[in-house]
């Protein structure tokens, strides 16, 4: 079964994905995936920081059933209840004042850079310039590479749309120095998930809020990976004590069906009128009702809590293997439940397989960071069955 999807998906999809790992999911429960040859793997990666509440919670699939038989779709020409409580609920929890929904973290990420140059345009200022952090990761349209700091994703794209530029992270010289009179915002990750989960310094995170008040330009965070409750807060923003006039959402949000959201201050969102900016999917009655959903199951099940403790916990057991192997394992990084464990080069591609091959998924970020986000609701018994794995394999020839 597993050799005719590989025959099929070679055949008629693109190769961006080069070989994939050689495993086909066909149902999913909790921490739990299940291949189509009946092996069971744990999914601590979940889906990239998607799967929050892990695979098919029954809650969220009733929900979601419920609304399929209702209304999956109807365009933003109508008001659309789901939407607007949404909105609530973001509004609500953060300190932004109005929320608009899109499709996915590039498309928010887009939607923010848009917000920015239109704030500057209304008050009549040519400031259009976005600055952004190299090894950042912002999506994959031509406008979210182009803010991107990696060169890789860069190089074969050029040339973009004006106006991005990339400074070293952590550094507030950095951002200082970059800054003109046609700045208009700056985009940070507060920690940086898919160049392998590089926090930045709570002083450069405050800093960076007084250095963009002071010059009166816009920042931006960018909160895709970091958002819904994956550092043991609802957004890294909140950890760091810092309020953004924008920030982005995404992977988390929907719990797996696509949505994506700007949200912001109102007096930046003030700048978006009638006509400025739309979208044909983004908030529909579906999208919107995972939303929803999603975060009801958040504050029954208290899972941004559960991601502290229990992020801590992951963090402090990953550290007691990480000091019993340093010819091993580098460092490990990371709050809540978005942990990176970086290992020597030489090793890490074979630690990431065998522990692929103990049926525990992660990431390889750049070669070298085991990533893991696995859902806000894992038990200390499910950490205690990656730990284990782990010791076997260092304690193992690699
Ligand atoms: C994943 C990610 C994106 C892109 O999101 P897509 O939904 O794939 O477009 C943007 N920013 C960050 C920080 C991400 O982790």
Known sequence: MLNDVIALDKKYYMNTFGDRLPVSFTHGDGMKLYADNGDVYYDFLGGIAVNAIGHCHPDFTAALKAQIDKLIHTSSLYYIENQAKLAKKLVDNTCADKAFFCNSGAEANEGAFKLARMYFYKKGSNRSEIISLDHSFHGRTIATVAATGQEHYQAPYRPFTNGFKQVAPNSLEAVEEAITDRTAAV???????????????????????????????????????????????????????????IFTCAKALGGGVPIGAVCAKAEVAAAFEPGDHGTTFGGNPLATAAGLAVFDIFEREKLVENSAVMGELFKRKLEHVAAKYPDKIVEVRGTGLLIGVELKPEIAPSVFRALHEKRMLTSLCKGVTIRVAPALNIKESEIDLFIKALEEIMEGEI
């Open 187 to 245: 985009m940070v990750e507060l920690i940086q998930g898919e160049s392998g989960v590089y926090p930045m310094d709570t002083e450069y995170a405050k800093r960076l809020r007084q250095l963009c008040n002071d010059r009166g330009i816009l920042m931006i965070v960018d909160e895709v990976q970091t958002g819904m409750g994956r550092t043991g807060r609802l957004f890294a923003h909140q950890l760091y004590d810092v309020e953004p006039d």
